[in-house]
């Protein structure tokens, strides 16, 4: 009776009290009957046990100095010091460009800012040294700063879409941005880049080339010219059939003889290599899944669009690719994610990524024998990206699928 | 019965033929491509066949339309009357014979059809609006983008339109929102939006439930009534008898029987327009 009274109101009728609601919780969800019963309590040990050896593993018998002593080689890896400047103001565009981004199309919830801390503490942890710890702060002071300006006088008001623009523009710029401070004077050579760094700058070329190469793919694959389809069909099909790590070899060891002598395209620099098979690998696959979508594409929206007037590249534009690209985000996302992880494969090449770093710190006489806490780190770094490319896709669908049926 | 057909009942016989007529008639004074006289038919087919195949979908249409006119078009699936008002726009190229819309010849020239898509609007059974625009930007984009009307124009122009179709108040909203006669009333009014001359309705109501059917087709008896040149196939023979010019009955690609409300339902002639008849009355 006591806990009827004091039982809290919902719409003038009493709520089952907590008690109540929690036994039918349980049951509904847990123990519903023998056999889920038996499940919930196998799992919960397995998960119990799972969860004391990581702890065990983490917190008394690694030695994480491994990672601690070598946290340049594993960054930035064989890039030269006293260049380390270069990286400074590509990071912060990426910042700036990204706190804008999210402020104009992802507003963060409570578990986007718990997120946002927890990745910026883990990178504080890793980039501290000398004055990086400044400079590192800079950026996200910039990031927390343009997101809640943007938050605050952008979103609603009259200079919002010019606004967008900007940040897609920004985007644009990012990429060139990084190379020009990368080489600016006498720059760093791109045989030097490696470690994380290597990663992203490889994963982010490859989807801003290969995505663009992909739809551009797909929309010739269902052209009505024949050369254009048979052209892209045949790219294709001849890129699916290798293993990347194939194409990988080819561009180190043949590439070089099939491109002509001219402005020094036949001593083409490795990394720029890499790129390029990263890009077009990526691409082929990319287009199947855009012809995916396109094939999803009711006929009555191109007859529409004819019926009202837009001519072809209109009609491609703005009805046809919104749709097709918005159907195929979760698979589009897949194959970036796989692109991300394949970026590993460039040691076909001969470059040093951040698995191969890992590596490189186990012949260290003082580490052999980590693996497990090399292969831990680099297995959450890529984990980390790979889980929040995954996030940050099912925000944009939610974001984007407003109003769809 | 309204004002506008008295006016055009003066201008001469109510046309009332059969196709034999029709086909013995020289093609009413067909004339050469090139700027319409205003008593010039709007739309003037002559012989035109469609070919899916091995399938004869058109077997030589000839009919024209004058301006103003509303057109209903009868006939059993699959007797080509779907195909006939979709090679007014060209969404399907006729093999043979010729089609001229507002003097302006359809053919493989592109300024051409460019011209006409112009012209000539189509709702669709399906509606086919675009899902990820909204209902102000399904209306908008055609003008804005085709005719380079400026943004806040083509929207303040496609307000109009959704007051006009009596949905202003859905404006932001996006099409899958709507109910079936909403979305179909966007789709009149996104067609309206390019001012064409001619509207075409592809079964428009079909695919509608019910209690819908009247708010499409009130919206298009008004459209009648303001004097747009319509040819509509639908199976509402309510609809056709109270704003109907003139019927088309189609078979086998063919018009086998063409003439007013008061002939279709008090006379018709051809078997198979009778037998047509009481099926779907």
Known sequence: MAAQASAPRVDGRVRRPWSVRARRWAHDNLFGDAWNAALTVVTA????AGVLLLARFVFRTADW????????????????????????PPLWALLGVG??????????????????????????????????????????????????????????????????????????????????????????RTSLWSGFLLNVTLATVGIALGFPLGVMLALGRASSYPVIRWTATGYIEVVRAGPLVAWLFMARFVLPDFLPPVAGLDELDIVAR???????????????????????LPRGQFEAAQAVGLNALQTTWLIVLPQALRAVIPALVSQFISLWKDTTLVFA????????????????????????????????????????????????????????? | MRARQDARASEGPAVVTTAADAAAAPAEAAPASGPRRPEDPIILCESVEKWFGDFQALAGITTSVREREVVVILGPS????????????????????????????????????????????????????????????????????????PRAEAEERARELLERVGIPEQAEKFPGQLSGGQQQRVAIARALAMQPKIMLFDEPTSALDPEMIKEVLDVMRELALSGMTMLVITHEMGFAREVADRLLFFDEGRIVEEGTVEHFFTNPQEERTKLFLSQIL
């Open chain 1, 349 to 405: 090449l001969g470059l040093i990524e951040l698995l191969g770093a890992g590596e490189a710190t186990l012949s260290q006489t003082d580490f052999i024998g980590r693996e497990k806490e090399v292969l831990a780190f680099v297995a959450l770094a890529f984990w980390a990206i790979a889980f929040g490319m995954s996030r940050l896709s099912l925000r944009v669908e939610r974001t984007l699928s407003v109003g769809a049926s």
């Open chain 1, 45 to 48: 040990l397995l998960l119990v």
């Open chain 2, 78 to 149: 699959g007797s080509g009357k779907s195909t006939f008002i979709r090679t007014l726009n060209r969404l399907e190229e006729h093999d043979a014979g010729r089609i001229v819309i507002d003097g302006i010849e359809l053919n493989d020239d592109l300024r051409n059809l460019d011209a006409i898509r112009s012209e000539v609007g189509m709702v669709f059974q399906q509606f086919n609006l675009f899902p990820h625009l909204s209902v102000l930007r399904n209306v908008a984009l055609a003008p804005q983008k085709v005719r380079r009307v």
């Open chain 1, 99 to 188: 706190g804008l981004s999210f402020g104009l199309w992802i507003p963060l919830g409570v578990r986007g800012y718990a997120v946002a801390a927890g990745v910026t503490a883990f990178l504080y942890l890793l980039l501290l040294e000398g004055n990086n710890a400044a400079l590192f702060g800079v950026g996200v002071a910039l990031a927390v700063a343009v997101y809640a300006g943007t938050r605050a006088w952008v979103v609603g008001s009259r200079a919002e879409p010019r606004v967008r623009v900007a940040a897609i523009v920004g985007m644009a710029l990012l990429l060139p941005l990084v190379v020009l401070m990368l080489q600016l004077g006498d720059g760093v």
């Open chain 1, 274 to 296: 890499a790129m390029l098979v990263l890009a077009g690998f990526t691409g082929a696959y990319v287009a199947e899944v855009v012809r995916g979508g396109l094939q999803s």
């Open chain 1, 65 to 88: 100095t491994v990672i601690e002593t070598n946290r340049r080689l594993l960054t930035i890896g064989r890039y030269p010091a006293g260049e380390e400047w270069r990286l400074w």
